[in-house]
């Protein structure tokens, strides 16, 4: 069995030479990032809300994540989403020590990439911040209907 | 020498068009401008696509509005926009300017160019995005020369939920990439110049962010 912290240092290595050529666009180019696993599951919903919760299921079953919740604004498009201990946090530790901002949440990509398939709503990542000592990020993202 | 750096800076990026055909012959000298760009290795990785037909511009035109609008909203509700047009006090003017951005009306004049000429690139080169980039801004300033005007809308490709679409819809190889889709018309509006840092802001002597002594 190969060390974890080995795929932990080629992801971040991979993520800081990304960052270095793209700079904040890097995002844009990420977005899919996480995607591949959610497809292999069989995610369904009738609500936005149902297939957060189905997705967030089979994360916590695959023990990608350990938690995530999350809270509507009343406008109901700014979604706030908190994750625990996620198993990318090491990943952004390192990455932080090396300059380079948190740019790619995988679950949350996962998570607005079957919202937008299901449901046909606009889905984008307004901004990401990680807590590495509580072991808990927050991101807020909007979720709505395009014209 | 003067006319080049004339050219260079009374070009702007164009998001209004006549709707005026543009001859073949101007678009084969926008390309021929892009040509003879520089590239590693002079691996000459771009390809360019000349794009007419209104389906095809009306597609991008979307995909560039879905792209800037999902951008846009999310700076909006978390209040960055806001910040970002601080200094804007008229309330209309602001409302309008945030309902351009959200809307992703923005970057669906895409649509409305009579041509868009598509930027891509091969990537089996060392240098690509400097090649490609290289070879767009040449192909500016000849339209610009010319009498057109360009704008570079990168809201279709930059995303990669956008990308995939956009390159199915030019049917893209892979080994390639877009870069930029470049929109070309006869300008109908003439906007001022975007502010520019000093040369002294962006200008460093022998080492990053030492200045002359005069410049501090």
């Given at each position: 069995m190969i060390?974890?912290?080995y795929?932990r240092d080629?992801?971040?290595?991979?993520e800081?030479?990304?960052?270095?050529?793209?700079?904040?666009?890097?995002?844009?180019?990420s977005t899919?990032?996480?995607?591949?696993?959610?497809?292999?599951?069989?995610?369904g919903?009738?609500?936005s809300?149902e297939?957060i919760e189905n997705?967030v299921?089979?994360?916590?079953?695959?023990?990608i994540?350990k938690?995530a919740?999350y809270?509507?604004?009343?406008?109901?498009?700014?979604f706030t989403?908190?994750?625990?201990?996620?198993m990318?946090l090491?990943?952004?530790a390192?990455?932080?020590e090396?300059g380079v901002?948190t740019y790619i949440?995988?679950?949350?990509?996962?998570?607005?990439?079957?919202?937008?398939?299901?449901?046909?709503?606009a889905?984008e990542?307004?901004d990401?911040?990680v807590d590495q000592e509580?072991?808990?990020c927050?991101?807020?993202?909007?979720?709505?209907k395009?014209? | 020498m003067d006319?080049?750096?004339?050219?260079i800076?009374?070009?702007?990026s164009i998001?209004?068009?006549?709707?005026q055909?543009i001859?073949d012959e101007l678009?084969?000298?926008?390309?021929?401008?892009?040509?003879?760009?520089?590239?590693?290795?002079n691996?000459q990785?771009?390809r360019f696509i000349?794009?007419r037909?209104?389906k095809?511009?009306k597609?991008l035109?979307?995909?560039?509005a879905?792209?800037?609008?999902?951008?846009?909203?999310?700076?909006?509700f978390t209040?960055?926009?806001?910040e970002?047009?601080e200094?804007?006090?008229?309330?209309v003017?602001?409302d309008?300017a945030?309902?351009?951005?959200?809307s992703g009306?923005?970057?669906?004049?895409?649509a409305?160019?009579?041509?868009?000429?598509v930027?891509?690139?091969k990537?089996?080169?060392w240098?690509?995005s400097?090649?490609a980039?290289?070879a767009?801004?040449?192909m500016?300033l000849?339209?610009?020369?010319?009498?057109?005007?360009?704008?570079?809308?990168?809201?279709?490709?930059?995303d990669?939920?956008d990308?995939?679409?956009?390159?199915?819809?030019?049917?893209i190889?892979y080994?390639?990439?877009?870069f930029?889709?470049v929109?070309?018309?006869?300008?109908d509006?003439s906007?001022n110049p975007r502010?520019?840092?000093?040369?002294?802001?962006?200008?460093?002597y022998?080492?990053?962010?030492?200045?002359?002594?005069?410049?501090?």
């Amino acid at each position: 069995m190969i060390d974890s912290s080995y795929f932990r240092d080629i992801i971040s290595s991979l993520e800081k030479v990304l960052y270095y050529e793209r700079g904040r666009g890097a995002y844009f180019r990420s977005t899919m990032v996480g995607t591949d696993f959610i497809d292999r599951k069989l995610i369904g919903g009738n609500t936005s809300e149902e297939v957060i919760e189905n997705c967030v299921k089979e994360m916590r079953e695959n023990n990608i994540v350990k938690d995530a919740s999350y809270k509507k604004d009343k406008d109901g498009t700014l979604f706030t989403f908190e994750i625990e201990n996620c198993m990318h946090l090491p990943i952004e530790a390192k990455l932080k020590e090396e300059g380079v901002p948190t740019y790619i949440c995988p679950p949350i990509n996962m998570i607005l990439w079957k919202i937008g398939e299901i449901m046909d709503l606009a889905v984008e990542i307004a901004d990401i911040t990680v807590d590495q000592e509580l072991g808990k990020c927050t991101i807020r993202v909007v979720v709505f209907k395009q014209d | 020498m003067d006319d080049l750096l004339r050219i260079i800076k009374t070009r702007r990026s164009i998001r209004r068009y006549k709707d005026q055909y543009i001859p073949d012959e101007l678009l084969e000298r926008i390309i021929e401008a892009g040509r003879w760009s520089p590239s590693g290795d002079n691996g000459q990785p771009w390809r360019f696509i000349i794009v007419r037909d209104p389906k095809t511009k009306k597609a991008l035109g979307k995909i560039a509005a879905e792209g800037s609008g999902r951008r846009f909203t999310a700076e909006y509700f978390t209040g960055r926009m806001q910040e970002r047009f601080e200094e804007l006090k008229d309330p209309v003017k602001k409302d309008k300017a945030f309902k351009k951005l959200t809307s992703g009306e923005v970057s669906s004049f895409l649509a409305d160019a009579p041509v868009i000429i598509v930027v891509c690139a091969k990537l089996d080169v060392w240098d690509v995005s400097y090649d490609a980039a290289m070879a767009t801004q040449n192909m500016l300033l000849m339209a610009h020369a010319l009498g057109l005007g360009t704008c570079v809308v990168v809201a279709p490709v930059s995303d990669m939920r956008d990308d995939i679409k956009v390159m199915k819809l030019l049917k893209i190889p892979y080994g390639y990439k877009i870069f930029a889709p470049v929109a070309i018309g006869y300008p109908d509006e003439s906007p001022n110049p975007r502010p520019r840092l000093s040369l002294e802001a962006i200008t460093f002597y022998e080492e990053f962010d030492r200045r002359r002594k005069n410049d501090r």
